[in-house]
């Protein structure tokens, strides 16, 4: 079965640090750019963090540049999110999904084909 | 940053079309994406670049451009169609990813 398992939320403080982690099955893993994508209690979506197959590009939504980080483990079909300077804003729930690629002559889009069933994160 | 406006509800009769807007700068010149998501659940992609319906969406959902505006067009609404529904682009300038804010589609 093609999935996506996330894990690692729960509770922390204000300041504090969570890795989160995502584990990919049914699929060849090292194919494909990631994401996490987040949703506050009640919110809408918001992208967070995107990478590249080899890990060799990323980029992240403003608001978690220099707090969180995300990155990959190939051989372990596993995408992470470690999360620096927890924030009360931070709380929601995380999402990892896998990123299919449009590439016109004038752009790189993305979209998320697959997603798991997320893990909270409460920063309180 | 960059935005884009959906308005916050529509509803529609069951079997009768729904159609959700997604307005923002340029967006005429962007792929845009739609996702559904029911209450507890992860999100799941509905149409993709702007036309494209992944394996087991049914073609009653589409999506079209125009202008500042896409909209996604829910045809033969019903029961289990009722979601919070949200658009994505790309923002190429910044590399940055935005979802719309959310439409809930009511099926009454």
């Known amino acids: 079965e093609v999935q996506l398992v996330e894990s690692g939320g729960g509770l922390v403080q204000p300041g504090g640090s969570l890795r989160l982690s995502c584990e990919g099955s049914?699929?060849?893993?090292?194919?494909?750019?990631m994401t996490w994508v987040r949703q506050a209690p009640g919110k809408g979506l918001e992208w967070v963090a995107t990478i590249k197959q080899d890990g060799g590009e990323t980029s992240s939504v403003d608001s978690v540049k220099g707090r969180y980080t995300i990155s990959r483990d190939n051989a372990k079909n596993s995408l992470y999110l470690q999360m620096n300077s927890l924030r009360a804003e931070d709380t929601a729930v995380y999402f990892c999904?896998?990123?299919?690629?449009?590439?016109?002559?004038?752009?790189?889009?993305?979209?998320?084909?697959?997603w798991g069933r997320g893990t909270l994160v409460t920063v309180s | 940053s960059y935005v884009l406006t959906q308005p916050p509800s529509v509803s529609v009769a069951p079997g009768q079309t729904a159609m959700i807007t997604c307005g923002g700068d340029?967006?005429?010149?962007?792929?845009v994406h739609w996702y559904q998501q029911k209450p507890g659940q992860a999100p799941v992609l509905v149409v993709y670049d702007d036309s494209g319906r992944p394996s087991g969406i049914p073609a009653r959902f589409s999506a079209s451009r125009s202008g500042n505006t896409a909209t996604l067009t829910i045809t033969s609404a019903e029961a289990g169609d009722e979601a919070d529904y949200y658009c994505?682009?790309?923002?190429?300038?910044?590399?940055?990813?935005?979802f719309g804010t959310g439409t809930k589609v009511s099926v009454l």
């Open positions: 999904a896998r990123a299919r690629v449009v590439i016109t002559v004038t752009s790189f889009d993305w979209y998320f084909d697959l």
């Open positions: 340029s967006i005429g010149i962007k792929s």
């Open positions: 049914g699929f060849t893993f090292s194919s494909f750019w």
């Open positions: 994505q682009v790309t923002e190429n300038n910044s590399d940055q990813n935005v």
